[in-house]
């Protein structure tokens, strides 16, 4: 189905029951591990949440020194879809549909996440990024709000900025010192619109560029140096996209996942980007890894433990 199809007038219910019925949806979220910039792990990729065809509360965990299957290691507080993702040195953080909570779960140990927050409203389908030591909520339930939460203590997000433009199923990606926020749809209407926000003062968001197409439900991931944006609908895509992080410019298309995608979500080593779940269209288990590096295809790495569609990605 086109984004031109899908009325404006639809509710976030409404929204979510299209994204179950494999329409279009989903949230890509994606952020952060052990380093300084919170924006790639070195140990392991997170999977929390999302659609199996059931809203789940799964929080899966997969290795990043070797190629393997995930394992489940807890669970968050309720069953959620349609997430944002955020790590910091600690523990990995979820945001989204269907409240205002914010999930927070122990990366030292396999645990059940706790509530320890609120954003500053239920947020449908939005985009997640990581500071040193900040969370982001941005977009989603067709607002433009950034939102940001602590991660040195627990407390509730305040707003801190607006995107340029309001909607649903951008996927975010995080350097040292902004973060993005890249396609996305406020139906009918998508778009292929890269948004850049500093870290280091609370403030809106430019257009600093474009993805190669039009784009909805994609995943994101964070190298040192680039931004990549993969997969994603309108039309269903198996594009991997990069942009740079050193200057405000648009993205190129440097390889393809191993099938077309969408509503799938995004992790990041220090050397490769993931991207794993989605819908293909059927619901989907599949890890796929690609090279930062080299601009080169991604390849089927391992399976998740169940199919995950709309789900928040982490990473330690």
Known sequence: MRLSDIQESLSNDAVRQLADSSIFLGVTSYAAGPTGTQAQGSNFGYVSGGITPATSNVIQKFSFTSDANAT??????????NLAGQSSTASGYTTGS???????????????????????????????????????????????????????????????GDLTRSGIGMSGQSSTDNGYTSGGT??????????????????NATDVGDLTVVRTGSSG???????????????????????????????????????????????????????????????????????????????????LTNTASTAAGQQY
């Open 98 to 160: 269907p409240s205002n909570v914010i999930d927070k779960f122990p990366f030292a140990s396999d645990g059940n996440a706790s509530d320890v927050g609120d954003t500053t409203s239920a947020r449908f389908s939005p985009a997640g990024q990581s500071s040193e030591t900040s969370g982001y909520t941005s977009g989603g339930g067709y607002t433009n709000v950034i939102d940001k939460f602590p991660f040195a203590s627990d407390a509730n997000a305040t707003d801190v």
């Open 221 to 303: 991931q964070s190298s040192d140096v680039s931004g990549y944006n993969s997969g994603g609908l309108a039309p269903v895509s198996n594009v991997i996209d990069k942009f740079p992080f050193a200057s405000d410019a648009n993205a190129t298309d440097v390889g393809d996942l191993v099938v077309v995608r969408y509503d799938l979500c995004g992790q990041s080593s220090t050397t490769h980007g993931y991207a794993s779940g989605g819908r293909e269209p059927a619901y989907s288990n599949r890890i796929d890894k690609f090279s930062f590096s080299s601009d080169e295809n991604a390849t089927d790495v391992g399976d």
């Open 72 to 81: 489940d290691v807890g669970d968050l507080t309720v069953a959620r879809d």
């Open 186 to 203: 406020n139906p009918p209407t998508g778009n292929n619109i890269i948004d850049k926000f500093p870290f280091a003062s609370d403030a």
